[in-house]
């Protein structure tokens, strides 16, 4: 029995992709009714960003300057996810700005994707304080809101940035290295997922960065599959 | 860690009778979908002649519809589709099963549909339900330069 890390090594050695199970969705299949209550699908958009500037479920926003929402085209195919803004997303309202963003912005465009094309956000959307790893219970408060997004951009794919984005979204604890070079699923909507290494990380890691890109190859084979 | 994630209630995919106002959704998935798609007239057609037509809905959103006749302890899938916004979950394979089983509760004995050669997604899915090819009918699809073979495959139910 070959270890799982080390099978994963031989298969991206040989070129082969590993393939996650999915989450299966729960079937229901209706009896044979032929009226139907239409189902009002309210643009309840603005609602939610004002849900979460003005939220305070857990104690973060008290130090927070502001909430960061998320940016982006709103009918994305694209979701690209973070951990948590810093100071300067913090104090500008904004994700992946400063040092981060700029690699965020060039290893989006490696792929083809411009930053306005594509909608980023974070797991939690206030600052935590000293760029501190988020906490089980703020993720699990913040959650939410991500999945709200989730369901209203119905990105085709979502590029999760990082082991916190990746392990919060996917609600495992594996490592990121074991999570790379899969496709996995995300709730609400089972979205396909690709992790690869947070743009802050790979600033401090520079050798880590062909890895990365490896993932962003991945994904955008992925994406060209989903037409 | 643990996360929220785990609570969450699982996804509901939703297998209905498709109506006639499905049709507006129903098109916009086919023209996204097929080089050749369907017109509007053909699925209305459908409804009207009785085939069993469903509708997948992932939390009360479209994903996907699939068409089946059945005639003479025969079905035929003649349509099955997933919207390309959700793609890549496993809804393919579920819309199948459900044509399955509406094929087995209408009592066909066998299921037949007709695949292009250059999906060969959709080749692999219809593999792995057990679908065994049977043959090829030659020049059978539209294609972007003349015609394209169809191959054609059956499940026995």
Known sequence: MVERGLRSQYLQALGIDEWARRVQPEVIVQPEVLVQPEVVVSDDWASLQHAVATCQKCALHSC?????????DRQAEWMVIGEAPGAEEDARGEPFVG????????MLSAIGLARESVFIANILKCRPPGNRDP????????????????????????LAFGRVAAQSLL?????????RGSVHAAPPLNTPVVVTYHPAYLLRTPAEKRKAWEDLKFARRIHAELR | MATAAHNLPMPRLTMRRMLERDVGDVVVSERAAYAFPWSEGIFRDCLRA?????????????????????????????????HADFRFRGLGRHLMLHLIDMARSAGARDLFLEVRPSNPIAVRLYQSLGM???????????????????IVMRLTL
């Open chain 2, 50 to 82: 009785g085939y069993i037509c469903r509708v997948a809905e992932l939390d009360h959103l479209f994903v996907g519809y699939g068409i089946l006749s059945v005639g003479a302890d025969e079905a035929h899938v003649l349509n099955v589709c997933v």
């Open chain 1, 99 to 106: 040092a981060a963003g700029q690699l965020l912005n060039a």
């Open chain 1, 171 to 179: 609600g495992t604890d594996q490592p990121l290295g074991a999570l």
């Open chain 1, 64 to 72: 927070r300057t502001q909430t960061v929402f998320g940016v982006g």
């Open chain 1, 135 to 158: 906490s089980p219970a703020e993720i699990a408060e913040c959650l939410p809101y991500l999945h709200q997004q989730i369901m209203q951009v119905r990105p085709r794919l979502i």
């Open chain 2, 132 to 150: 065994q090819q049977i043959g090829v009918r030659r020049g059978y699809y539209q294609a972007e330069h003349g015609r394209e073979d169809a």
